[in-house]
């Protein structure tokens, strides 16, 4: 198998659809950049989630959001966008999906704004206004390697 980790923002909304014989599948449309010789290039990633696994998680995702997917990839698609340009596609499926702490945040009072901290924030703003306790220290003599 061949997994791989990707971030990027959602294209579009998660799409829900069930197979004939019943089994629900969910779609992701991914960007992610890449830079070449100063030039950007966008990347799309088919995700493809099967089953109930990220029922909780996905109505937090909508057009726009940052994501982090992990999952297997399959072999890419080749194909010509309406411009009439050559496309690649890369197809995942997902194992794994999160919140991105790469994103820009949402405007207060979004789902996704009250449902992930801000990592890029200190500790007293990502966390609601209070830091998480300190670590005590730990001398070097009782580390044990």
């Known amino acids: 198998m061949n997994y791989t980790w ?30 070449k010789g100063g030039n950007d290039e966008t990347i799309w990633m088919k995700v493809t989630i099967w089953g109930e696994t990220f ?3 996905l109505p937090y995702f909508k057009k726009g959001s ?9 072999p890419p698609e080749v194909y010509q966008n309406r411009e009439g340009n050559t496309q690649v596609s890369l197809n995942i499926t997902a194992n794994h ?19 992930a901290p801000n990592f890029g924030a200190a500790p007293e703003q990502a966390f609601g206004g209070a830091a998480p306790a300190a670590q005590a220290e730990v001398p070097d003599e009782e580390i044990p390697f």
């Open 6 to 35: 990707i971030a990027g923002h959602l294209g579009a909304d998660p799409e829900t659809r069930f197979t004939p014989s019943g089994r629900k599948v969910t779609s992701l449309r991914v960007a992610t950049k890449s830079r």
């Open 55 to 57: 029922d909780k998680i």
């Open 66 to 74: 940052p994501i982090v997917v992990c999952g297997e990839l399959m």
């Open 97 to 115: 999906i999160a919140f991105s702490p790469f994103g820009k945040p949402k405007s207060e009072g979004s789902p996704q704004a009250s449902a």
